[in-house]
């Protein structure tokens, strides 16, 4: 019997609603193959501000830091939309982060045949699609200074932050990219923007240098506006796209929508010493407590958590194969809904998959 840690953080909005249904199956996968997952709750963001007056206590860091991992729900909300910046939820988020050093962000698209007919998209275009967003996490333009808001002394203000990146940076993200592309398709795509910035200029030397320590894959640069426009065009040239923090903000949200949902893409931060996993999606605060949120990214990320952050491959295979199952009876939370199809909400699809990790 092996005996995990795990650090939850429910957060705000739909963020307690889904990690319950995310730690359900956790708790079956557990009984099944003779686990034990000790949780211990933390806050982190809108509700840590309420209890304590920050988005990130201390005391939330050193029980994270004493954990085999960090399974996250999602944070902030209207409530707290006015505070000063460095106070906001998104701080507390930002800043778990970075005392992770959890610089690489997996954000895996891809599209369940089952679902095809929820996306926007063609699924002539769609169908098959099997991409790695592998998304810099902790630097650039949400780290840089200077930030703020200035005062000019012609009275006008001037906002600024800045997109920066040093070598190590670069090159530690760019070859965790070909180092999983060498798993996969093997076929890197970077993302920058270095007819314009500086920054990305640097980024994609570093990419040309690295490369060649990967001679098997082959890689291409793509500067971010054609990549948002291709991931569209034809989504299926991508296997791995690495990109700085904010280009990989930006196209995973719109690479999420290829597979019919933004409630289905988990994340996996990792490359400190301890992981956190959370979806994509932000906290919903728009459809919290209505049961009918999707917990089907959460429960993704909590697959990411065992093959990303405890080593457990089969059990995270066994829970892929039970959202396969439940999505394969028919079941659909209202998102993913489609004619003909079983509308459940976020309860029941927990429960559904939880079911079916004893049945894979
Ligand atoms: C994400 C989110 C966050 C980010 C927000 C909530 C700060 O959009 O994880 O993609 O921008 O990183
Ligand atoms: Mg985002």
């Not at 004493?66 to 701080?91: C, I, R, T, Y």
């Not at 507390?92 to 369940?112: T, Y």
């Not at 690495?242 to 196209?251: C, K, S, Y």
Request: net charge negative; charged share 25%.
């Amino acid at each position: 019997m092996a005996e995990f840690k795990i650090a939850v953080a429910e957060g705000d909005g739909i963020g307690p609603e889904i990690v319950k249904e995310g730690i359900k199956v956790l708790d079956e996968i557990a009984d099944r193959f003779n686990h034990k997952f000790d949780y211990t709750n933390v806050y982190i963001g809108g509700c840590a501000i309420d209890k304590f007056k920050d988005p990130l206590p201390q005391d939330s860091i050193d029980k994270v830091l004493a954990s085999d991992a960090l399974f996250f729900g999602s944070v902030g909300g209207p409530k707290w939309e006015n505070l000063p910046h460095e106070k906001k939820p998104e701080a507390g988020l930002l800043r778990i982060r970075k005392a992770l050093g959890a610089f690489a962000n997996l954000r895996p698209v891809k599209v369940f045949s089952e679902l095809i007919d929820s996306s926007t998209m063609k699924p002539e275009v769609i169908s098959g699609i099997d991409i790695m967003v592998v998304r810099e996490l902790t630097g650039g333009i949400y780290f840089g200074k200077p930030r703020g808001v200035f005062n000019l002394p012609n009275g006008e203000k001037k906002g600024v932050n800045t997109m920066e990146y040093s070598t190590h940076e670069i090159k530690r993200i760019v070859k965790l990219a070909f180092d999983i592309a060498i798993k996969r398709n093997k076929k890197v795509t970077s993302v920058d923007k270095a007819n314009i910035l500086d920054v990305s200029q640097l980024w994609r030397d570093i990419v040309e240098d690295t490369a060649k320590d990967y001679p098997e894959v082959e890689y291409n640069h793509l500067y971010v506006d054609n990549a948002a426009m291709q991931l569209v065009r034809n989504p299926k040239q991508f296997d791995v796209i690495v990109a700085g923090n904010i280009f990989g903000d930006i196209l995973s949200d719109e690479a999420s929508m290829l597979t019919g949902s933004i409630g289905m893409l988990p994340s996996a931060s990792i490359g400190g010493k301890v992981g956190m996993f959370e979806p994509i999606h932000g906290s919903a605060p728009d459809i919290a407590g209505q049961g009918i949120a999707n917990p089907l990214a959460q429960i993704e990320s909590a697959a990411m958590m065992l093959k990303y952050g405890l080593n457990l491959n089969e059990e995270a295979a066994t829970v892929e194969k039970a959202i396969e199952k439940v999505l394969k009876d028919g079941y659909r939370t209202p998102d993913i809904m489609s004619k003909g199809k079983k509308q459940v909400c976020t309860r029941e699809m927990g429960d559904l998959v939880a079911k079916a990790v004893n049945e894979v």
